[in-house]
């Protein structure tokens, strides 16, 4: 079994911050790249921002400057600081993993079931 588990949505008002978290546990044997992902209403889900297990970051243009994606490589948890939050980024976030279980195994994706965030305005 492989779990991503995230925490760390809610609700908040505009201008406010949120952290999220989210932790890969069970059978692993090597993650590349950790990831955030979301999903509005009627809206396609799209990439927020992902991270290497290097540590190299890259964000979708509308998040720069607002959100850091972090990552404990020891823990297999990824982070998402979200600062100045606006409405518009309501939405449920997933966390992805592209990972091997086994050392011959191919790389999959993984993903949590999602946190909901909520800002209003």
């Known amino acids: 079994q492989l779990h991503l588990v995230e925490s760390g949505g809610g609700l908040v008002q505009a201008g406010g911050s949120l952290r999220l978290s989210c932790a890969a546990s069970?059978?692993?044997?090597?993650?590349?790249?950790m990831g955030w992902y979301r999903q509005a209403p009627g809206k396609q889900r799209e990439l927020v921002a992902a991270?290497?297990?290097?540590?190299?970051?890259n964000y979708t243009d509308i998040v720069k400057g607002r959100f850091t994606i972090s990552r404990d490589n020891r823990k297999n948890t990824v982070y998402l600081q979200m600062n100045s939050l606006k409405p518009e980024d309501t939405a449920v976030y997933y966390c992805?993993?592209?990972?091997?279980?086994?050392?011959?195994?191919?790389?999959?994706?993984?993903w949590g079931q999602g946190t909901q965030v909520t800002v209003s305005s």
């Open positions: 991270i290497t297990s290097g540590g190299s970051a």
């Open positions: 992805n993993a592209n990972l091997k279980r086994t050392i011959l195994g191919g790389w999959n994706d993984y």
């Open positions: 069970g059978s692993i044997f090597i993650i590349r790249a």
